[in-house]
T-cell receptor
């Protein structure tokens, strides 16, 4: 079983739609959680950290469910510029720095 | 502020040749990471450094790969000899230290080096 699993998609949604991605992680000792986005042929860029109480950044909302070991990302009022691959990222060990990346969920927002 | 800088951006080489990839982390960041990304395997951590010292190189695929960080502002990843299966995008990322502080574990990526070995 992969450490971090995501639905690869693709998700094709119209502009203005709300779309949600889920991600599950296998190690209950995981400590830190992030969502990164990666545009085609570009580097991954940090979208947002995910906090235990859930957090929001504009149109983006991230939730963490430790009991079920899943993380979600909700995008409201999607824009064409949101088209990208969204990577779920987990840090497991308390002091270590390694991040484990999911394989990503591809989103295309259609005009 | 300048982000992570990588060079070259593209490298095409023949099998058996030596390849050297370069990275300059964000100033003030204590951690530097080398990743490889392929369609088949996704993003894989190869090695990471803390204060110029290699901490975990368990992801380095084999002895053909080596990495150094001679100072806080420069690191290299070398492949010798290169093989076609090494073709991938190689990313360098950096993060700051101070565990426990907000944002301490966030990593910032460079634009990558697209390596093609023929």
């Amino acid at each position: 079983r992969k450490e971090v699993e995501q639905d690869p998609g693709p998700f094709n949604v119209p502009e203005g739609a709300t779309v949600a991605f889920n991600c599950t992680y296998s190690n209950s000792a995981s400590q830190s959680f992030f969502w990164y986005r990666q545009d085609c042929r570009k580097e991954p860029k940090l979208l947002m950290s995910v906090y235990s109480s859930g957090n929001e950044d504009g149109r983006f909302t991230a939730q963490l469910n430790r009991a079920s070991q899943y993380i979600s990302l909700l995008i409201r009022d999607s824009k064409l510029s949101d088209s990208a691959t969204y990577l779920c990222v987990v840090r497991t060990s308390g002091s270590a720095r390694q991040l484990t990346f999911g394989s990503g969920t591809q989103l295309t927002v259609l005009p | 502020d300048a982000g992570v800088i990588q060079s070259p951006r593209h490298e095409v080489t023949e099998m058996g040749q030596e390849v050297t990839l370069r990275c300059k982390p964000i100033s003030g960041h204590d951690y530097l990471f080398w990743y490889r990304q392929t369609m088949m395997r996704g993003l894989e951590l190869l090695i990471y450094f803390n204060n110029n010292v290699p901490i975990d190189d368990s992801g380095m695929p084999e002895d053909r790969f080596s990495a150094k960080m001679p100072n806080a502002s420069f690191s290299t990843l070398k492949i010798q000899p290169s093989e076609p299966r090494d073709s991938a995008v190689y990313f360098c990322a950096s993060s700051r230290g101070a565990s426990g502080r907000s944002g301490a574990y966030e990593q910032y990526f460079g634009p990558g080096t697209r390596l093609t070995v023929t």
